[in-house]
């Protein structure tokens, strides 16, 4: 049940992705364009106060990072998802081959992705977009090995720790 639960988890986070990437182009720059208003406003008081012509500019400056790292991010928790899932086979898959797999799925994810963007009105496919994706997923499922690495070794520690004190 816990392997279901987690590939659903991964199906899901897809199909996030994949209703993101169906937006037009026009949808997306808007959304990219409220989240930087968003952190402008927190990040500087003064942005509030700023004419039209002004935030425009500060939301040009920002829209290009904004959507890679957004591409990025989506990635890396892809990766993160498919890496926790794959490391419920236990033993049969060992750790370094769950970030293997997990940045495989991704990446050919991510490629399929990109073609779906061609036929979307003011969107394109770019192959610098999958390296972001598949760098995304690879940071994420590093990020996650590192984690259970370290879950590891603690609980390892407090084993032998029983062990001395029996």
Not at 56 to 82: N, S
Request: charged share 20%.
């Amino acid at each position: 049940m816990k392997k279901f639960l987690l590939w659903t988890l991964v199906v899901l986070w897809m199909g996030l992705i994949f209703y993101m990437s169906s937006q037009t182009g026009e949808e997306s720059g808007e959304l990219s364009a409220g989240i930087i208003m968003t952190v402008a406003s927190i990040m500087d008081p003064s942005f509030d106060q700023m004419s039209e012509t002004q935030k425009k500019e500060v939301i040009d400056k920002w829209q290009h990072l904004t959507r890679k790292t957004a591409h990025f991010t989506e990635y890396a928790i892809l990766g993160i998802l498919c890496f926790v899932a794959f490391l419920q086979y236990n033993d049969r898959i060992k750790r370094k081959m769950c970030v293997l797999l997990s940045v495989c799925i991704a990446a050919v994810y991510a490629s399929t992705d990109e073609i779906h963007q061609r036929f979307v009105d003011g969107r394109g496919g770019q192959i610098s977009d999958v390296i972001i994706d598949s760098s995304g997923a690879l940071v994420g499922a590093l990020v996650a090995l590192g984690v259970v690495a370290l879950y590891l070794k603690h609980k390892s520690k407090k084993e032998n720790l029983k062990s001395l004190n029996a």
